[in-house]
């Protein structure tokens, strides 16, 4: 599984839904809360949030079942997102 836990911008994120909003910016929509993400790239990229690796793994398996879309390309996958608690400073 993937790990996504910095990119190029100097703050400290306080969620993960904020993190990808800033690593992504051209993300649809985010939308949940957990640790592990399922991303859908097809078209404009979206976001699923899960608690549990198990769960977003769940939310992976019917995705690629059922589709994203009308014009889903089948380029889904299942990340784990590590952000640093966030500091006095630098706060996103």
Not at 50 to 57: K, M, N, V
Request: proline fraction near 4%; aromatic fraction near 8%.
């Amino acid at each position: 599984m993937k790990r996504y836990r910095n990119h190029r911008c100097e703050r400290r994120h306080k969620t993960e839904q904020t993190f990808l909003r800033c690593a992504f910016p051209t993300l649809a929509w985010v939308e949940g809360s957990g640790q592990y993400a399922v991303i859908a790239w097809c078209r404009t990229p979206t976001i699923t949030l899960w608690s549990s690796a198990t769960l977003a793994q769940a939310a992976l398996t019917e995705l690629n079942a059922l589709r994203c879309g009308g014009r889903c390309t089948q380029r889904h996958e299942l990340v784990h997102i590590h952000i640093h608690p966030p500091g006095k400073d630098n706060v996103a």
